[in-house]
């Protein structure tokens, strides 16, 4: 460290010159020196030091900005390019003196901590309360001036300390310095300010010093020193990003974070000046560490640290897990260092990081690859923006730096288009693993099951009469209703019977009773039907198909139908109609969780009640008529999900009175000559889908038929058992091989 504003002794200085030209490199004049140095600055008076120039009155507009922000407070000093500045602190004041001149505007409100800020020409002085500490630093054009909270346990800063023991030379070289003027500003050469200390007493205080520093010899394509700042207070949440701070270094002054074998004993006590503190021996041993590329390795540091920098990113990253751990993963191979340092730059810690490629020979280092720093969020981002169906894929970094693609894209196109990206991105050095699974390729089982009850009840009650008169030519006939037989009835009277008794005569749950004596002929008949009729239905039709094609299933038969010819001839042709269960579905997988199907079930069955009759050829044909139960939607489900897509719950009744006007209405004796008839049907439907996504099996044996475990029976076993299967063929169970389906409720 380098003190500033010491007494410049003329004739120390011209002594000095003097042995230093009489016998340049040896040890003697070194000592006469640096004893001739000591006794001019105990012995002489102090010289006043050079006399700033005047402030002119003409200079840039400084703004100045204050903040309050949790443990300090901010004072920033706006200048419109970079200025050197002295600072000395005070007690609990802090006065900044400017190299140039400027109009310094004040702002009306004082930051945390602060108890007021004035300025007088070049010079700022900011008055802190009680124990306060001060941190100031450039931030490009910029000064910062924070004043941090009292530390606890305390209500005085702690005095400076410095970042390595000094050495002989560096002390002689410091008060070598102290004696000279400081060189000319050099072109490139940027000021510099070390940080400024007082004592807890009060008594004597120390200004930084604003030293000149010579341009560094950088590597034009390196990249930037990697800076982590961690939590100002270290929170529990952890370390925090923030912008790194460059400090240039003083040519002459030791390094820091070399070890020491030794303790170095401190320079001795000069008056007028604060003792400089020498860190204890072995806290700042650099530590080797020896990475594989593409690993990492969490470390302990042995205090909590602010600011961790890594000096090339391109070999090793650092990732703060505490304020006493990082994690240190290992890029590409090389060399680099890590140094980790205190809230008052003190070091913490120093790695001494070595990155080895896969195969390396320990202790060789291979050359840097030119890969390009991509993280896998970034291939990602790209690929969801620019690849249709993106928003499924995941990209994942596995074994040496490899991306790994995974997740579900439409179709093989955009598969390709994805991997292209991820080599883009990646460069030409990384490989890149397609795990990725194609929509289109999903096949689709889709199972439909089809329950229906219907349920119809008739009752028919009523008096059916049949009565004849024939005598001399004359025939009188009386009918009621249309149940009487014709076998019931008289053959004498076949023509006026044939007329009366027609074609639709019951042919059930009929009593009846007949009289013939010469010209009478009289039937009656009473129709008491009871009918009740219980009809199921269960079909279960499963089809699978793959994503995005057409598929149909039918289990039934084909009746013909006849159509007129096209050409207006009589001719006729044959069509064929479909009925029984039949099922049309298009499924498009839309993720790996959802598809959408448009489907279409239906069960019809023949019916003699709908069937119409058609004149053909001096005859008639019948056409029956058709049940149908048909469903057409569009749904969207998971896999193992069930729906009920259609339903039907359809209760009717009727009821039907037939008689004889008049007759029918007489009280009592009217029940005679009526029918009545009362009907009632009931039906209960309904149509469950439940969609499966399904792979093939490689394994025949993985699938059953029912005809598996099946076994006829024997003649002895049907005659004598009135068995239909054969003994000791137990029935086996179709079952699924898993659970199916992804929800549970």
């Not at 370390?239 to 070399?258: E, F």
Request: glycine share 12%; hydrophobic share 45%; with cysteine.
């Amino acid at each position: 460290m380098s003190l500033a504003h010491h007494t410049p002794v003329r004739g120390a200085t011209a002594a000095a010159d003097a042995c230093g030209s009489a016998g340049r490199g040896g040890l003697v004049p070194v000592l006469a020196s640096f004893s001739m140095l000591l006794l001019a600055g105990v012995a002489l008076p102090p010289a006043q030091a050079s006399e700033p120039p005047p402030a002119s009155a003409a200079g840039p507009q400084v703004g100045v900005r204050t903040g309050s922000h949790p443990g300090y407070g901010r004072v920033v000093f706006d200048w419109p390019s970079r200025t050197a500045y002295e600072a000395e602190t005070t007690g609990n004041g802090l006065v900044i003196r400017f190299t140039e001149s400027g109009r310094i505007a004040l702002p009306g409100g004082a930051p945390r901590n602060v108890l007021g800020v004035t300025a007088e020409g070049d010079s700022v002085r900011i008055t802190a309360r009680e124990g306060a500490r001060f941190r100031h630093f450039h931030h490009g054009p910029k000064l910062v001036v924070d004043i941090l909270d009292p530390a606890q346990g305390g209500t005085s800063p702690e005095p400076m300390r410095t970042e390595s023991a000094p050495t002989a030379e560096g002390v002689l070289a410091d008060l070598a310095a102290a004696t000279r003027l400081p060189p000319p500003a050099r072109a490139g050469s940027r000021p510099a300010v070390l940080a400024s200390a007082a004592p807890s007493d009060g008594g004597v205080s120390v200004r930084s010093a604003v030293v000149s520093d010579a341009p560094l010899a950088v590597q034009a394509d390196a990249p930037a020193p990697a800076v982590v700042r961690m939590a100002q207070s270290l929170p529990p949440s952890g370390p925090r990003m923030s912008t790194p701070l460059a400090i240039p270094v003083q040519s002459g002054l030791p390094i820091v974070g070399q070890a020491q074998a030794q303790p170095v004993p401190t320079a001795p006590a000069i008056p007028g000046m604060p003792q400089v503190m020498a860190p204890q021996p072995g806290a700042t041993l650099t530590r080797p560490l020896v990475l594989e590329q593409g690993a990492g390795r969490l470390v302990e540091l042995p205090a909590p640290a602010l600011t961790v920098l890594v000096a090339d990113p391109r070999i090793a990253r650092v990732q703060p897990a505490s304020p006493t751990s990082l994690f240190i993963m290992g890029v590409n191979a090389g060399r680099t260092n890590l140094i980790a340092t205190r809230e008052d730059g003190s070091l913490v810690a120093e790695f001494d990081i070595t990155v080895q490629s896969t195969g390396a020979v320990p202790g060789q280092v291979a050359p840097v690859a030119a890969v390009p720093a991509v993280s896998a969020g970034q291939v990602q981002s790209m690929i969801r923006r620019l690849v249709r169906g993106g928003q499924n894929v995941r990209v994942s970094m596995v074994g040496r730096g490899a991306i790994a693609l995974s997740g579900m894209v439409p179709s093989a196109a955009d598969a390709q288009r994805a991997e292209a990206i991820a080599k883009s991105m990646g460069g030409e050095a990384r490989e890149v693993i397609n795990n990725l699974t194609l929509l289109s390729g999903i096949q689709v089982n889709l199972r439909v099951r089809v329950a229906e009850i219907s349920r119809e009840i008739t009752r028919d009650l009523g008096f059916n009469w049949l009565a004849v008169f024939n005598n001399n030519g004359w025939t009188v006939g009386l009918r009621t209703g249309s149940g009487i037989a014709g076998t019931l009835a008289g053959q004498a009277v076949g023509g006026i019977l044939g007329a009366l008794n027609g074609a639709g005569a019951t042919t059930g749950g009929l009593i009846g009773a007949g009289y013939n004596r010469g010209s009478w002929d009289i039937n009656g008949l009473i129709d008491a039907l009871a009918q009740d009729r219980l009809v199921t239905i269960l079909a279960e039709p499963n089809l699978t198909a793959q994503s995005g094609e057409v598929a149909s299933f039918l289990a039934g038969g084909e009746f013909p139908v006849p159509m007129a010819a096209s050409n207006n001839s009589n001719a006729l042709t044959v069509e064929y109609k479909q009925f029984g269960v039949s099922l049309a579905f298009i499924p498009t997988v839309l993720s790996p969780e959802r598809l959408n199907m448009r489907v279409r079930p239906e069960v019809s069955e023949l019916s003699e009640s709908n069937s119409v009759v058609f004149p053909v050829a001096g005859g008639t044909v019948r056409i029956p008529g058709l049940t149908v139960r048909r469903a057409e939607t569009t749904i969207e489900v998971g896999s193992g999900q069930s729906f009920a897509i259609a339903g039907l719950l359809s209760r009717t009744s009727g009821y039907n009175n037939n008689g004889i006007s008049g007759l029918a209405d007489i009280p009592i004796l009217g029940t005679l000559f009526r029918s009545d008839r009362f009907r009632r049907n009931e039906t209960e439907l309904v149509i469950i889908i439940t969609p499966y996504l399904v792979r093939p099996v490689s394994d025949p044996q993985a699938l059953a038929t029912p005809l598996d475990s099946f076994r006829p029976a024997t003649d002895l076993e049907r005659v004598l058992l009135r068995r239909q299967t054969g003994s000791g063929a137990p029935y086996r169970q179709i079952r699924p091989p898993a659970a199916a389906g992804f929800i549970v409720e």
